[in-house]
């Protein structure tokens, strides 16, 4: 469904006191806000129209803010791109940077930005909350939390009824692991390979990507196993994965039996027998793994392993961070996609459409289980802002179909993908489900070595340069994610891929010119 305010006129201004260094940015109309463009042989494809108008700039100079950076934030370099951007103004599916230029976002803020920027329904709820009580803590009761508690657990089956509000997908998964040990009485628990769970001390053992682990001990009593990876593993079909677009690798499955789904699962029994005590805690898992390059795992799989390790006495948890609220298209929890019932689901990001607000959903009697140990506490968690928000998203939503948008138009940007797979060598696999998208770079497809690290980059330049923002994965950083908001439209797909296509062709003359000079 298109509402109408979507194509309204919505001249801002911005406003400024505080005494700080201004970049003067002249007001252009409608017509001027395009992308960025380099000079360039091949026609640059067309960028939908967006009749919003963003504020005028005026804030710190670009030059101002790189100095800030050096000097007073962090040192570790997070930041795309050669020269990063510095974004001013978000509407919906565009975000509009100091220098005037749009771009369709497509990874919406690391999957996080579920309903569109600045949608204006969650901003009305927002501010009239603004207006009416910030923070209390839940040493005192407020209607914001008790309302969202309820709509939050009318989409979720039985057992999962008792909701623990907090702040981030890191603490929420902390919160969890303690959940399962504390109800298990063990200490164990395993996760997969590529497996992105947080950063925080205790998830850091869960998360099991090289660029995010120390030299130094932490997160102990965490087991990694094999990811069950069909394209890059070493088992694989063209029957494996819940996706309308499957590998390129070939198998003599049956269409009810996976050869590869039974290897990765004496695997899993393997780190059963091998690497864990008699009886363990739990096992963790994303339904689709996102800082891995959004890897699917065979149909089945995950199933089996819950058996397996409720057998073992464990608790199983879904980490739906960035794969719930109806990003996946066919259902509204990525868990859900596999057959299964969690123990426990932890979920952040698209909660609060970019605020700060995560949750951890579990039965009464894990709940119970952690109460008798410990006397849980959260500040913030629950607050206000935070509850007004989330109740907002749940609306918007379902009032808006988001998630059979997903589903749509997902399915369509997936189809068009898998034509540039088909047209390109260097793009091995495309992969995913609804609004959750994966497109693997390999140097052949025979091979499926990584495109190298420096070639990716250029391809990754040349998307934004013609106005599309997509995000990065995979271990050697080989993938591009794509996650937009879930209110985007088939033509702003037709761009993104025309996009993809031509920075493909672009990266392909580069390599032939390379290869002729030698």
């Known amino acids: 469904m298109t509402l109408v305010w979507r194509h309204l006129l919505r001249p801002l201004f911005l406003v400024t006191s505080a005494p700080r260094i201004l970049e003067m940015r002249p007001f252009l109309s409608r017509a001027s ?28 100079g670009y030059n101002r803010v790189l100095e800030i950076h050096k000097d007073h934030l962090s040192p570790v370099v997070t930041a795309y791109f050669q020269k990063p951007l510095l974004l001013h103004q978000g509407h919906m599916e565009w975000l509009f940077d100091a220098e005037g230029n749009r771009y369709l976002d497509f990874f919406s803020g690391i999957v996080t930005v579920s309903v569109g920027h600045c949608h204006p329904k969650v901003n009305a709820v927002a501010q009239k909350q603004l207006g009416r009580l910030w923070h209390t803590s839940t040493v005192f009761f407020h209607p914001p939390m008790h309302e969202y508690a309820e709509k939050l657990a009318a989409l979720l089956p039985e057992p999962l009824k008792v909701i ?54 932490g997160g102990t009593g965490c087991q990694p196993t094999m990811c069950p990876d069909v394209f890059r593993g070493p088992w694989g079909g063209s029957h494996c994965r819940d996706s309308p677009v499957q590998t390129i690798r070939k198998c003599s499955c049956a269409p009810d039996c996976c050869q590869a789904k039974d290897q990765y699962i004496e695997q899993f029994k393997d780190t059963l027998s091998t690497s864990v005590a008699k009886s363990i805690a739990g096992f963790f898992a994303e339904p689709i793994q996102g800082v891995n390059g959004v890897v699917q795992y065979p149909k089945g799989f995950l199933k089996e392993a819950f058996e397996l390790v409720r057998a073992r006495g464990g608790v199983c948890i879904a980490d739906e961070v960035q794969t719930g609220f109806g990003r996946l298209g066919s259902h509204f929890w990525g868990f859900q996609t596999h057959d299964v019932l969690p123990d426990i689901v932890t979920m952040a990001k698209g909660i609060g459409n970019g605020f700060p607000m995560a949750a951890v ?65 260097i793009v091995g696999d495309v992969r995913g489900k609804g609004l959750m998208i994966g497109i693997e770079m390999v140097q052949d497809k025979m091979s499926r070595r990584p495109l190298p690290r420096e070639e990716v980059n250029q391809i990754h330049e040349d998307c934004k340069h013609m106005g599309l923002l997509v995000g990065r994965g995979g271990i050697f950083s080989q993938t591009f994610r794509i996650a937009p908001s879930m209110c985007i439209t088939k033509p702003e797909v037709d761009f993104a891929t025309e996009v993809f296509r031509s920075a493909l062709t672009q990266h392909m003359e580069r390599r032939a010119k390379s290869h002729s000079q030698k």
């Open 164 to 217: 623990f509000l907090v702040n981030s997908g890191s603490e929420a998964n902390e919160l969890a692991m303690l959940m399962a040990r504390a109800h298990s009485n063990n200490i164990d628990i395993i996760s997969f390979r590529g497996a992105y769970h947080g950063g925080s001390p205790y998830t850091l053992g869960l998360t099991n990507v090289g660029t995010y682990k120390m030299e130094l001990p």
């Open 33 to 60: 806000w395009t992308s960025v463009t380099k000079l360039s042989l091949h026609t640059r494809p067309r960028m939908p129209p967006c009749d919003f108008i963003p504020e005028r700039y005026q804030s710190l």
């Open 361 to 425: 959903v579990t039965t009464p009697e894990i709940a119970k289980s952690l109460a008798k140990r410990l006397q849980y506490f959260n500040t913030f968690g629950g607050n206000p802002m935070a509850c007004a928000i989330g109740s907002a998203v749940l609306e918007v939503i379902k009032e808006e179909n988001l998630q059979e948008n997903s589903q749509e138009v997902g399915t369509y940007m997936l189809l068009k993908f898998a034509k540039l797979r088909d047209e390109f060598e």
